[in-house]
């Protein structure tokens, strides 16, 4: 059988020299085009994968009451600004070679996609980009 490339499989291990400055990179590019839509951003590395999640302030009504009555109005808009919006997750290839998976909510898993600009791999601003589309809905 021949081989195949597969840009969702496999990656090579985020060398620990380079984390820093794609958080950085990241962390600029959102910043620069996203200002106002996340209240910060978490960026974590385990092995090949750099998983992005977003943090935002709720849109409540002032006159919205939590579903669950032995939670305050007050704990609820804590409990939500604490939880973590899954945007992506690039996996690493080479410093500008990774591929992307956003996070679909309707199957709450991470799914492989392209990039905005039609191809399987990019850089990780782009793969931001990707998932910055969650950001939308919240």
Avoid at 25 to 34: C, P
Avoid at 97 to 110: D, P, T
Wanted: charged fraction near 25%; hydrophobic fraction near 35%; include cysteine.
């Amino acid at each position: 059988m021949p081989w195949v490339y597969d840009p969702h499989s496999g990656g090579i291990t985020i060398p620990e020299r380079i984390k820093d400055s794609i958080k950085s990179r990241i962390l600029a590019y959102a910043n620069e085009h996203y200002a106002g839509k996340f209240t910060t951003l978490d960026i974590r590395f385990r092995k090949q994968f750099c998983y992005i999640s977003a943090f935002k302030e709720p849109r409540i009504s002032e006159i919205y009451v939590p579903p669950d009555i032995s939670e305050s109005r007050e704990a609820y808009i804590d409990r939500i600004r604490k939880t973590p919006i899954q945007l992506c997750r690039l996996r690493h290839f080479t410093a500008d070679r990774w591929s992307v998976a956003f996070f679909s909510y309707g199957k709450m898993k991470y799914e492989p996609c392209y990039f905005q600009n039609g191809t399987f791999e990019g850089i990780p601003e782009e793969g931001f980009e990707v998932g910055a589309m969650n950001l939308e809905g919240w």
